[in-house]
């Protein structure tokens, strides 16, 4: 448990959203509410601008109209107490390969305050199954291995808002199983957590709601009964107008 939780909040709300880059629009006038304890996938294609929506939600970056709401506060309300309530796994896995999985954890452990930081990161390296492998350098790991401690990386300081870009990318199936079966788990305890990713597959099942994006604005997927890939296929063609 984190030596300080932060503020807490059961929703998360964004009201005319919008990004820019120069004279790109990544988002657009993005208007979206996620619960506690809602799963939901970000769906579209590459450049629709998923990622910059989770980017704005993690407060690395900043809105260029519009505002995201904390449980009705702002990030600039909040301030740095915004962050000790949100975990983010991007691209990016943010592990140093010249320490051991046990070191990583310790150091971004510390770096969020974590209290009874021995049974915390115990706790994690047996939620990714890495308790074997807790002595070893994380250069060694495959990429699968590297993402379950990533996760558990990202999990560590119990967060609130937690944000997935690609997380499927690269795993095998018993990784994707374990990746799974811990959001499952998670949304169960009330966590909000988003996914922005390619693989319906491994989403199928899994999400409670999906969200489509394309060209920055927004809009939930077809209602039916079909897969999500075909829901997400219906919603594209769609009038977006």
Same mark, same amino acid.
């Given at each position: 448990?984190?030596?300080s939780?932060?503020? %807490?909040?059961?929703i998360?709300e964004?009201?005319d959203?919008s990004?820019f880059?120069?004279?790109r629009?990544?988002?657009?006038n993005v208007s979206?509410?996620f619960?506690?304890?809602?799963?939901?996938?970000?769906?579209?294609p590459?450049?629709?601008?998923k990622?910059t929506f989770?980017g704005?939600?993690? *407060?690395?970056?900043?809105p260029s109209?519009? %505002?995201?709401t904390?449980?009705?506060r702002t990030? =600039? &309300? !909040?301030g &740095?107490?915004?962050?000790t @309530?949100i975990?983010?796994?991007?691209h990016?896995?943010f592990?140093?390969g &010249? !320490?051991?999985?046990?070191?990583?954890l310790?150091?971004?452990?510390r770096l969020?305050g974590?209290? %009874?930081?021995d049974?915390?990161v115990?706790?994690a390296?047996?939620a990714?199954?890495l308790?074997?492998?807790g002595g070893?350098r994380?250069?060694?790991?495959?990429r699968?291995l590297?993402q379950r !401690?990533?996760?558990?990386?990202?999990?560590?300081?119990?967060?609130?808002?937690l944000l997935?870009?690609e997380?499927?990318t690269?795993?095998?199936?018993?990784?994707a199983e !374990?990746?799974v079966a811990?959001l499952? =788990?998670l949304g169960?305890?009330?966590t909000?957590?988003?996914?922005a990713t390619?693989?319906?597959?491994?989403?199928?099942g899994l999400?409670?709601?999906?969200v489509?994006f394309r060209?920055? @604005?927004?809009? &939930?997927?077809a209602?039916?009964?079909?897969t999500l890939?075909?829901r997400?296929?219906a919603?594209? =063609?769609?009038d977006? *107008?």
């Open positions: 448990m984190a030596s939780a932060g503020p %807490d909040f059961d998360v964004t009201r959203l990004r880059y120069g004279r629009k990544a988002l657009a979206l509410s619960k506690a304890g809602e799963l939901v996938a970000l769906f579209g590459n450049g629709a601008g990622s989770l704005v939600l993690s *407060t690395l970056l900043r109209a519009g %505002d995201v904390y449980g009705g990030a =600039q &309300d !909040l &740095d107490a915004a962050r @309530r975990g983010l796994l991007g990016e896995l592990l140093y &010249d !320490l051991t999985a046990r070191e990583n310790e150091f971004f452990g969020h974590v209290t %009874d930081l049974a915390r115990g706790d390296l047996a990714a199954r308790e074997a492998r070893d994380v250069a060694s790991f495959s699968g590297r !401690l990533a996760l558990e990386r990202a999990l560590l300081h119990a967060p609130r808002l997935l870009d997380p499927f690269g795993l095998d199936d018993e990784s !374990l990746l811990r499952r =788990q169960g305890r009330g909000i957590v988003l996914i390619h693989d319906f597959d491994s989403a199928d999400v409670t709601r999906g489509c060209n920055g @604005r927004t809009r &939930d997927l209602a039916g009964s079909g890939r075909a997400y296929r919603t594209l =063609q769609e977006w *107008t």
